[in-house]
């Protein structure tokens, strides 16, 4: 019996009534209370237009219904949906992925070098051809492969050292020369990077952000390109604010068909590439939410770059208003594209607009009083 097996009851969907909408907590973290709010609001409109009810929330070893739709806090592994009765992308709002690095961004680039060390099940040879899309950079898993590797890429300029498993910039470090290095890798966590792998990138100072993005649930199918906000929280750290996305109906060819900015179309194009370039290299890949984040900006010399910098195929800040345009799209069916934004602002006496759906409105014990909403604009009629 594998792993996967014993940690869950294997559930057949054969002849299965559909079953409730479930929020389902893959790790033993704690999100914050902002966040599973977040989660359960999503989860509340998904089940709306899936004509299901909202099950509430389990977690790893937890009771999991029959036919039931998942929305997994995290990408989950095929083996572990497999063993919840997941077959396909049909039966959760998220992905699935054939060996757990695959969920992280240390798939992003290569290792630095042949005599660098990798673990097993690592997909080198995505990792490998995602080069010509990517921000220039390198895997590593030991302290000295990552010290070779950013001496190598310091020559070009600054380095982003990123642990492959945080997100939201969390832990992220920034050298600009040589002589900080030695400083900014005894501050890693070598247990972490043992185990998880740390990502160093040339940094690209002041970049554009923007959002490529699909979600398909039930028959309604939508692909999208926008540019994301930062604001600073409640301790004056710049963090993720928010999104401006503009969502059509359709896959990623009908989003490469419209008429869009050069610099939108660059960023389509190195978004919709990867997610190609993920079905060939990962076998049994699947996912109904895809995002992917792209940059743009100068180097160190000058040069304009657009650049993969990380995916993510799970619930994330974006769907809210994910989810609002796909209800836009179910109400109305001559709604063809719709621009929607969604909003995270902290601080005392927030007020959202009229008409927003609020996802939290509140005071977080962790980060404070804040405010996230979604709000669909202007909509575009069918050709």
């Known amino acids: ?74 990408t989950m592994d095929i083996d572990q949906a497999s063993t919840l009765g997941i077959r396909g992308e049909g039966d959760l709002f998220g992905g699935a992925v054939p060996t757990p690095w695959a969920a992280t961004k240390i798939i992003m680039h290569p290792l630095v070098d042949r005599s660098a060390y990798s673990p097993p099940g690592w997909p080198a040879d995505l990792a490998a051809s995602t ?74 100072p002041a970049p554009v952000t923007y959002s490529i993005g699909q979600i398909r649930v039930a028959d309604l199918l939508a692909s999208y390109y926008g540019t994301q906000r930062t604001t600073f929280n409640n301790l004056g750290e710049a963090v993720y604010g928010g999104s401006e996305l503009f969502i059509i109906r359709g896959d990623f060819d009908t989003l490469a068909a419209a008429t869009m ?50 995916h993510s195929w799970r619930i994330g800040g974006a769907s809210g208003a994910e989810i609002a345009a796909l209800e836009a799209f179910r109400d109305d069916p001559n709604t063809a594209a719709v621009e929607v934004r969604c909003v995270e602002a902290y601080g005392e006496d927030l007020v959202p607009p009229p008409g927003a759906t609020i996802y939290f409105h509140g005071f977080d014990p962790e980060l404070g009083p804040m405010l996230k909403y979604a709000m669909v604009g202007q909509r575009h009629g069918r050709a």
């Not at 002589?179 to 890693?188: I, K, N, T």
């Open 261 to 310: 900015p050069p610099n939108i179309r660059g960023a389509v194009f190195c978004a919709r590439a990867f997610d190609e370039l993920v079905h060939e290299k990962l076998p049994g890949f699947f996912a109904s939410r895809r995002n992917y984040d792209v940059i743009a900006g100068s180097d160190a010399n000058g040069e304009q770059r657009c650049c993969l910098l990380e």
């Open 131 to 204: 080069q010509e899309l990517a921000v220039a950079g390198y895997s590593a898993f030991r302290i000295d492969d990552l010290r070779r590797a950013c001496l190598l890429l310091l020559e070009r300029g600054p380095v982003r050292l990123k642990p492959a498993v945080e997100s939201g910039g969390r832990g992220q470090i920034v050298v600009s020369e040589s002589a900080e290095l030695e400083h900014a890798l005894s501050s890693l966590d070598l247990a972490d990077l043992w185990d998880t792998g740390v990502v160093v990138e040339e940094n690209l």
């Open 1 to 74: 019996m594998s792993e996967a097996t014993a940690k869950y009851p294997r559930i057949s969907r054969e002849h299965a009534v559909p079953g409730p909408v479930l929020l389902y907590n893959c790790t033993s973290e704690q999100a914050t209370e902002h966040e599973t709010a977040s989660r359960t609001q999503v989860c509340r409109r998904l089940a709306t237009l899936l004509q299901r009810e909202f099950g509430g929330e389990s977690a790893i070893g937890g009771h999991v219904p029959v036919g039931c739709y998942l929305v997994p806090t995290h």
